[in-house]
C-alpha cells in the first residue's frame, strides 16, 4: 500500500544552462517543491538523497544526456516521472516517449507550458496513486473477511495476526490478550516459532508477564523492552518489533507484536497494519456483542450465574485444554442441606432470594478463571481450572465453611442458617470425560450426604 503524499510535490530540473533553471525554477513554484541540478550525475546523487515526483531534464547534458538520465531514473526511481525538454530538431523525443517519459517539450519552452504540463502529469500521478491505494485497500478488506466472521473475542487476536502476517509478508508474530474467563497460559498466540519455543515462552510469558495491553496507547514499533529480555532468555533474538493494541468497546484488550526480523518496516505496512487492526477492533466489537447475547442464553434466571447448559459446554471445552496442556481439573457438585424446609417454611421467593445471595458467597470462594453455575433446584457445580484433588478439596472444605458461618435473610428479620454437602472429582484422576466426572462428582456429593451432611466428600472415598 502506497504512503499518502506528504507536503508539496518536489521536481527537480536539471539543465546545465542556468538561463533555463532560473527561469523553469521561477514557472514551476507554484506547482511545488522545486531544486535544480547542472548535471545528470548531480540529479541522480540529489535523487539518492530524497526521491522526487517529477524530474525535469534539458536533452543535452555535460556527462550524461537527458535520455542516459531518464534511462538511470526509471531504473532505480521507478515511481518519479520524468520531462524531457528536447533540443530543437531532436530525434531522441520519441525514444524518450518509448522508455517511459511522461512528456516532451520542444523549444522554446514557455514558463506557462512548462507549469502546467508539471501540473497535468503530477494531478495523473495522484490520481493513478489513489486509484492503487484503493485497489490496496480493497485487497486488504477482503483479507480481513475472516474476522467478521469470528464470533469468540479470543479467536479475533488469532485470526488478526494471521491476516497481519500475510498482508505484511512477516513470518514471525505474537498475540497477547487478557480476559477474566480466560486462563492465562491461553491468552497467548505464536506464529513462526517451533513448539520447544512456543511452550518455553509461554510459561515465561505468564509468570514474568512483560506486557501489559492496557498500557499499549496506540500502535508503536519498539526496540528493546522487557518481552525483549523475555525472548533473549528463551535464546530468541530480534530486533525492532511492531506493537499493534487491540481494544473492544468493553472489556477486551490485547496487543499483536510482529518481528521485523531482517527486512526494516516500510510506511506502507503501517498503513497495512491500521487498516487490518481497525478491521479486528470492528470484529472484538461484534464478538463482544455475540458473547453478551450467548451469556444471556446461558444465565440461570434465579441465582445470576451460568446454568446447566452452560457448565456442560464449559467442562468440554476445559477438560480438552487440561488434556492439551497437561493441567489437572476438579468438578465440585454442591447441594443445599435441608433446603426444602426453607422454601416450605419461609416460602419461594425468600428461596430464590437465598439461592442468589449463595451464588454470590460462592463466586468469593473461587476465581475469575473458575465456573461457577446453577445445575438445578439448589444443587450447583464449580469447574476449578489448574486445580489437583488435594487442593480442590480444600477449596471445598472452605466453601462448605463459609456457607456454614454466613448468615442469610429469612425474611421479618429471620436468619437462616445453611450447611452444604460437596462432592469432589479430577481430571484425569477420576474421569477423563465430562458425563463420568459430572456423575462422579454427583455420586461424592451423596456420600456427603449420607455421611450427615455439611461435609466433603471425594470421588475417590467412592471405592471405600
Known sequence: MSSQPQGPARLLVVSGDPVIRDSACAALQAVGRVDCCASGEDALAALR????????AQESLSGLSGVDLLEQVRRAHAGTEFVLLADAD???????????????????????????????????????????????TLEILEACTPLLRCLEASEVYAVALDVLLDALGRERGMAFFQRPEVPASDGVVFRGFNETEAERLRELLVDRKPVEPASLGQLETVSDSALHEVLRDVGIHCGRMLAIPLRGPEAEVGVLWV???????????????????????????????????????????????????????????????AERYGKELCVLFLDLDRFKLVNDRYGHLVGSQTLRRLADVLKLCIRQVDTLA??????????????????????????RRTVAETIFEGGRDAPIRLTISIGVAAYPQHGRDRDN????????????????????????DLSG
Open 437 to 460: 466426572l459430572l456423575d462422579l462428582s454427583d455420586k461424592a456429593m451423596y456420600r456427603a450426604k449420607s455421611l450427615g451432611r455439611n461435609c466433603v466428600c471425594s470421588a475417590s
Open 259 to 321: 518481528f521485523e526480523d531482517a527486512r526494516p518496516f516500510a510506511p506502507g505496512e503501517i498503513e497495512r497494519t491500521l487498516l487490518i487492526s481497525a478491521q479486528a477492533e470492528i470484529a472484538l466489537h461484534n464478538a463482544e456483542r455475540y458473547g453478551h447475547a450467548k451469556e444471556r442464553a446461558f444465565l440461570d434466571d434465579v441465582a445470576d450465574v451460568y446454568n446447566a447448559r452452560y457448565l456442560l459446554q464449559a467442562t468440554e471445552r476445559e477438560i480438552q485444554r
Open 374 to 399: 446453577r445445575y438445578g433446584g439448589d444443587e450447583f457445580t464449580i469447574l476449578l481450572l489448574d486445580t489437583p484433588i488435594e487442593s480442590g478439596v480444600e477449596i471445598a472444605e472452605r466453601i
Open 49 to 56: 538523497r530524497e526521491p522526487a515526483d517529477l524530474v525535469i
Open 90 to 136: 531532436s530525434a531522441e523525443s520519441a525514444r524518450a516517449l518509448g522508455m517511459g517519459a511522461a512528456h516532451y517539450l520542444a523549444p522554446p519552452v514557455r514558463g506557462e507550458e512548462l507549469a502546467l504540463v508539471a501540473e497535468r502529469i503530477l494531478a495523473r500521478r495522484e490520481l493513478v496513486q489513489e486509484s492503487q491505494r484503493l485497489r490496496d
